[in-house]
């Protein structure tokens, strides 16, 4: 497929290349990374706008779109009898391989590509495989494959902005965000696209389509289908990609002093150009290393949070205290209930992605005849990613501030803050990394590399997961494949060079906008995936008779 000059320009005027071009050469006097910020802060700002469209409620103002995904995540927790609850022990059960001989005569099919981290890779059941999986390799994927960058700069802004009480709605988002999740990529295998050589194509894009077109709605489900997959590129630029580098940026200048107006965008480059061999070269031996380097530090990660919130036992009950109390009280100036439910939703949303239809893309790929058995897996990410990952670290940087003492909650209400001890302003990454080390002295050096490498991984998923969209709105051509990439290894270098308020407010506007036409879909396509649920359970329960 041809990509004339005039669709080219559509295409960067919509990633906001074009502007970003024409206005960082306005201000040749100003550094590379400054006159960045400022040519990409009015395409952030009127995303907000658009996505953080806010309806009142009483004093407060809510963004529709937390609405639309949180009372969608509670409705299908309560259509389907709480499954994120009732469905657990099976999950546990599958991943482990316990039903793998129900799969025996599933066709098999395979990925475009050999992705190394991210949201979901690794919590893929490898049903080729029967009976290889055990208890506790199923567990430590599933970890590996869900601790990212959200999990580590993202619950430290969620902190600093709303106060201990955004935890509790973190995992109150995380936990009916189960329910979600089982229902999009349930219906990610059921209606995925399979061609002629086994590769799949599949998530939002091809259910929307399909299943509207079952329902008599062709056009409304091509127009959904169609929209999800603007915006799922968007978000494969924004939270997949700008915000990964920015925080991995801001990481490595903190911790080797690199100081200039070009620091950040000199470490975008060369993010760009690893990022680059492996998505463009198709080079697997980077992606190889890497997903076998990323467990390891997933789980490494896990066990300093362990030792930190051991270490400080005594106040253990005292940080859950504040977490609850202050979900509901919140501290002055934190704006108010309503104020840290949004920060906590916001954040939780953009860590696990429930909701959002991406991790149905991957998912479509497994080998499987029963879409619902993915759909059961599939529901312990969130559990995994925030339940269990984000409120550890949101326990060591709540108890690395004990009562306030190193900085006022609220901070400069864009995420940061300034520490008493020294008056240095932190955010996001930093703040996680000071307060790690507060304990694990020069552990920030060991999460410098933990954060490049989920950096890396999860810009590779995402590279994926933004290609299978480009491929859906443009075609599935060479053409089409190289223009895409180029345009996603420039936002690894906007990302590293712009503010973490601007990548900040963009990755949640573009991840959460994918929410609106997935979720209509996922509220019209819903008794198919209960018919899916009724089939694969009855499949068990003969296999469990034989």
Known sequence: MRISLKKLCAILAFSGLLPLALQAQEKPSKGIDERINEAFQPVTDATNNIVFYSIKVGDSSIPLIVVLLALGALFFTLVFRFANI????????????????????????????????????????????????NHFQALATAVSGTVGLGNIAGVAVAIAIGGPGATFWMIVCGLIGMSSKFVECTLGVKYRDIDKNGVVYGGPMYYLKKGFAEKNLPMLGKILAGLFAVLCVGGSFGGGNAFQSNQAAQQITSMTGMTGTSAGFIIGLVLATITGIVIIGGIKKIATVTEKIVPFMALLYIAASLVIIFANFSFIDDAFRMIFTEAFSPRAGLGGLMGVLIIGFRRAAFSNEAGAGSASIAHSAVKTKYPASEGVVALLEPFIDTVVICTMTALVIIMFNKD??????????????????????????????????????????????????????????????GLQA?????????????????????????????????????????????????????????????????????????????
């Open 404 to 465: 306030g003492q190193m900085f006022p909650y609220g901070g400069d209400g864009r995420g940061a803050v300034v520490l008493n001890a020294n008056g240095q302003s932190v955010s996001g990454v930093d703040l996680t990394s000071i307060a790690y080390n507060e304990v694990i002295p020069h552990f920030s050096y060991v999460l410098t590399i933990a954060i490049v490498l989920f950096a890396f991984s999860t810009m590779i998923s995402w590279s994926y997961y």
């Open 86 to 133: 009732r469905l657990f022990g099976l999950a546990i059960k599958v991943v482990r391989g316990k039903y793998d001989d129900l799969e025996k005569d599933a066709v098999p099919v395979k990925s475009e590509v050999n992705m190394a981290g991210g949201d979901i890779v690794d919590t893929i059941r490898n049903e080729a495989h029967h009976g290889e999986v």
């Open 470 to 546: 480009w491929k859906y709105l443009f075609g599935r051509s060479k053409a089409a494949d190289l223009t895409y990439k180029f345009l996603f290894l420039a936002f690894v270098i906007i990302g590293a060079s712009i503010s973490l308020t601007a990548v900040t407010d963009f990755s949640d506007a573009m991840i959460l906008a994918m929410v609106f036409p997935n979720m209509i879909g996922l509220l019209f396509l819903f008794p198919r995936v209960r018919e899916e649920l009724t089939r694969y359970l009855n499949a068990i329960k003969n296999f469990k008779n034989k």
